[in-house]
């Protein structure tokens, strides 16, 4: 099974600030990823997929880039509502697998 | 708009066989190019993708739980279902369905749409 890693697992920041997570895969999965934000209770919410597409209805403050075993989701202002965890999710291969989460806390 | 809702048993005793249903609504289950496939969340922990399921019966497990799932769907009530057999504490979680968009192939996409979830309690 293909492995994802994310980094760093809790991060703090403030309104405003730019804030970047880390998703590596074990192998290379091209362009295969999709990334989703979840609040406490809730499910999780489709942000990006095939790596870099917005998702409809998503602010164009979230943006994702990456190939191959390297990924990144990139909030370029972070707003209140944004305080969330993040999950990565590999389609490489019929067995799916999501990161470990990387939680997005108030500074 | 295509709506998921999970419905099933809140609290299951070990030994036995956790039984949810998702029930489909705004879209046929039989839509063509969807999967469907349930996903879970032990409380404090990551998402685990447990199996998915097409339309047509094809079903594709996480190895890790293969030996113990059953996934099926009935296309007539436009529901799929999941069997989780020989359940222990470890299997207490959030259960979640969701539909699978297989952009890259077989089984292999994102998930768009997700039921709210319901929590399974393994306790005796």
């Known amino acids: 099974d293909i492995q994802m890693t994310q980094s760093p697992s809790t991060l703090s920041a403030s309104v405003g600030d730019r804030v970047t997570i880390t998703c590596r895969a074990s192998?290379?999965?091209?362009?295969?990823l999709a990334w989703y934000q979840q609040k406490p209770g809730k499910a999780p919410k489709l942000l990006i997929y095939?790596?870099?597409s917005l998702e409809s209805g998503v602010p164009s403050r979230f943006s994702g880039s990456g190939s191959g075993t390297e990924f990144t989701l990139t909030i370029s202002s972070l707003q209140p509502d944004d305080f969330a965890t993040y999950y990565c999710?590999?389609?490489?291969?019929?067995?799916?697998?999501f990161g470990g989460g990387t939680r997005v806390e108030i500074k | 708009q295509l709506q998921l809702q999970e419905a099933g048993p809140g609290l299951v005793k070990p030994s036995e066989t956790l039984s949810l249903t998702c029930a489909v609504s705004?879209?046929?289950?039989?839509?063509?190019?969807?999967?469907w496939g349930w996903i879970r969340q032990p409380p404090g922990k990551g998402l685990e993708w447990i199996g998915s399921?097409?339309?047509?019966?094809?079903?594709y497990y996480n190895p890790s739980l293969k030996s113990r799932a059953t996934i099926f769907v009935d296309t007539s009530k436009d529901q799929f279902s999941l069997r989780l057999r020989s359940v222990t504490a470890a299997d207490t979680a959030m259960y979640y369905c969701?539909?699978?968009?297989?952009?890259?192939?077989?089984?292999?996409?994102?998930?768009?749409?997700w039921g709210q979830g319901t929590l399974v309690t393994v306790s005796s």
């Open positions: 969701a539909s699978l968009v297989p952009v890259a192939g077989v089984n292999r996409g994102y998930f768009d749409h």
């Open positions: 705004g879209s046929s289950i039989s839509r063509d190019g969807y999967y």
């Open positions: 399921i097409h339309y047509t019966g094809s079903t």
């Open positions: 192998q290379s999965i091209s362009i295969w």
């Open positions: 095939r790596a870099s």
């Open positions: 999710q590999h389609y490489d291969s019929y067995s799916l697998t």
